[in-house]
């Protein structure tokens, strides 16, 4: 039987959902309900990473080392991994997450910037870790551009190349395309993160195994950052369908979506009109909250601002720069009035 390996990341890219408010004994919860589904590798953390929790990106409920403890006691079987931003967080918040049992650390860079992550990866193999080097926001480069980059990642040692459609922008093709140039240049195994702001995560996983991606994300009723991502138990029930084997046990991860996920959510995981404009403009997912507040704050549309976050090209990191697309938008409202 074909073998996809699932990365879940409901406790990581699932607490943008949540304003990084689970906390310590809900994630933990939640942690050992995957490892008895079978997941084999759970990301957790800060949404924005280890040290992810500040002023720029929302604080979080708990401090790092909380949820690293709560987790690590909860989990019996799954391999634990965290994903760390160059400049968020640091091989020291590394060092403390490594003293709870993580095995696996995705780098995560901006998909032309994989250059400032090479420390980070060399840090984990000499560590004996996993390293996963992730490339956001693929959308935005072209394929060459995409290959070129795995294949720095896979000079500083990473055992896995990613493709992170981080704006749930990409349409089948597009993935394809990536998948498709990142996979005749380097010789690791390629893995895909969705989001689906245009309806498309599983589409888009199906089109990522079908260029020869072997590793996906899913979250746990699609918790995530924008209309959120693939859909765990959605994923794993059209991979059993089609004939992929992936280890986890489908009622389990139904069950826990239904039974735990959903009583704590703050809101549906649908694609509503600003996590559509999101896909549609290229913006990024994580954004969609930051986005709310502002647009209540200065009395603008939550869409123009996401709209024209896209077309400036912004990226993660500049989350500042939501609050000057409101303020300038309400400028712009108020000379017209
Ligand atoms: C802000 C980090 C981001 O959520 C990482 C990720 O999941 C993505 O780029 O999609
Ligand atoms: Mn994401």
Do not use: C, W
Not at 187 to 200: D, I, M, R
Not at 216 to 234: C, S
């Amino acid at each position: 039987m074909k073998r996809i390996r699932i990365i879940d990341t409901t406790l990581r890219d699932g607490m943008h959902a949540v304003s990084h408010q689970l906390t310590p004994e809900q994630m933990a919860l939640i942690a050992s309900r995957l490892d008895e589904a079978g997941v084999g590798t759970i990301e957790f953390g800060h949404g924005d990473g280890i040290g992810g929790s500040s002023m720029q990106y929302g604080f979080a409920k708990a401090a790092d080392r909380e949820y690293f403890k709560a987790v690590s006691q909860a989990v019996k079987q799954a391999r634990l991994d965290v994903l760390l931003i160059p400049g968020i967080g640091t091989i020291e918040d590394l060092k403390v997450a490594m003293e709870y049992g993580v095995k696996t650390v995705r780098v995560a860079t901006h998909v032309t910037e994989a250059d400032v992550g090479e420390q980070h990866i060399a840090f984990a193999k000499k560590n004996g870790l996993e390293a996963i080097g992730f490339l956001m926001m693929s959308h935005m480069a072209s394929p060459e551009k995409v290959a070129e980059q795995a294949k720095l990642f896979e000079s500083y040692g990473a055992d896995v190349v990613y493709i992170a459609d981080s704006a749930g922008a990409m349409v089948p093709e597009d993935v394809k395309a990536r998948i498709t140039a990142v996979k005749s240049a380097v010789s690791l195994p390629v893995g895909f993160h969705a989001h689906n702001n245009l309806g498309l995560a599983i589409g888009n996983n199906l089109a990522a195994i079908e260029a020869g991606a072997t590793i996906l994300d899913g979250t746990v009723r699609g918790l995530g950052a924008g209309a959120g991502n693939a859909q765990l138990e959605v994923l794993v029930a059209v991979l059993n369908r089609m004939g992929y084997e992936t280890g986890i046990d489908l009622y389990k991860v139904m069950d826990l979506s239904e039974d735990v996920l959903a009583p704590l959510m703050q809101r549906p995981q649908i694609i509503n009109r600003e996590a559509l404009a999101i896909g549609y403009a290229g913006a990024y997912s994580s954004f969609l909250l930051h986005a709310y507040r502002a647009a209540e704050k200065f009395g603008v549309d939550a869409r123009d601002i996401l709209i024209e976050l896209g077309r400036l090209k912004t990226v993660g990191g500049q989350e500042d720069l939501i609050i000057d697309v409101a303020i300038e938008l309400a400028n712009k409202k108020a000379r017209t009035v």
